[in-house]
């Protein structure tokens, strides 16, 4: 529904440079289509965030527009240098993924004094024009639920569980907080033996390969993340611990974690917010589209929609 939402809203506002076509694949008017956008992620080491980056820049050239994505390696610093040079290079929309909100918002400032519009993406900045985001509780909730409900389904109730988690980030946090919330009370027996910090494939190996070691009856793993999830399933299979009640939980419907689902291995359910990759594409040039119309802004915070993938409808978000 918020998908729907921000569609007309993009269409409503916008009629007098692109034509409402759905994906805003038709443009009756390329006064938007030269448009210059700066992006900066905290990483692309994470398959999630490559293939986003990946999936909007060849929707950005398909429209006649240039991009420039980097990242900035959760290093703030390094961050607002990112944007100081966007600033000087006379992009017309910065897109960021902050690393830290708070440390980035002067930099934006001087973005948009310069009269560069700002996407802030999963936090709700002061200096950006629009913000699309995720309830992250909500999100770390509907992860923890599909958790409880195999618990409750294939282990009768009980089971011990892991959490590969990311405090580092507050939005994240919220998302671990969700998932743990949602098991402690839909699945009171279960008992949550281990929580760590896992963002990528490798530390999700490292990880939960320590995890198997110090809690070997673990059954079940939580992840906020594709990252940690892929990780996870890599340790499980090479720990022999794969077995028709074992189970990972996440977010994100990385291809990896996809065909782990398909192929029947450790992962049973994930989470994909908006969609697939080309689903994210089209999210963000309608917003590019949104902002380089001219047309006031209504609504600044845009929220996500959130897809669990199951093994039912995996086939729907494979290869997507």
Not at 38 to 54: D, E, F, H, I, K
Request: charged residues 20%.
């Amino acid at each position: 529904m918020k998908r729907i939402i921000l569609g007309l809203l993009i269409c409503f506002t916008s009629l007098s440079i692109v034509a409402c076509s759905g994906g805003g694949k038709e443009s009756d008017n390329n006064a938007d289509a030269s448009v210059k956008i700066g992006m900066t992620v905290q990483s692309l080491s994470n398959p999630t965030w490559a293939g986003y980056c990946q999936a909007i820049e060849k929707e950005v050239k398909a429209q006649g527009g240039s991009i420039n994505y980097v990242a900035c390696e959760s290093n703030v610093g390094k961050q607002i240098t990112q944007i100081e040079n966007f600033i000087s290079g006379g992009v017309d929309i910065i897109i960021i993924h902050p690393a830290d909100p708070k440390g980035v918002e002067f930099a934006l400032k001087q973005a948009r004094s310069a009269g560069i519009k700002v996407i802030a993406w999963d936090d709700n900045l002061q200096n950006a024009d629009l913000a699309w985001l995720i309830d992250n509780h909500d999100l770390g909730y509907t992860i923890g639920t599909h958790a409880a409900k195999w618990i409750n389904e294939k282990l009768g109730g009980s089971a011990e569980v892991a959490i590969l988690n990311y405090p580092q980030l507050p939005i994240l946090l919220e998302r671990g907080n969700g998932i743990r919330d949602a098991i402690t009370e839909l699945a009171p027996k279960a008992k949550i033996v281990a929580e760590s910090s896992a963002i990528d494939t490798k530390e999700g190996i490292e990880k939960m390969e320590t995890i198997f070691q110090s809690n070997p009856n673990v059954k079940v793993v939580c992840s906020i993340g594709g990252g940690g999830s892929v990780g996870a399933n890599e340790a499980a299979k090479a720990a022999n611990k794969v077995t028709a009640d074992f189970g990972i939980f996440a977010a994100d419907a990385t291809q990896p974690e996809l065909s782990a689902l398909k192929n029947n291995e450790g992962v049973r359910m994930t989470v994909t917010v908006t969609g697939t990759n080309q689903d994210i594409a089209d999210e963000i040039w309608g917003m590019v589209t949104l902002l380089q119309s001219g047309a006031p802004i209504e609504t600044k915070e845009i929220y996500r929609e959130f897809i669990p993938v199951t093994e039912g409808n995996v086939d729907e978000y494979l290869g997507k």
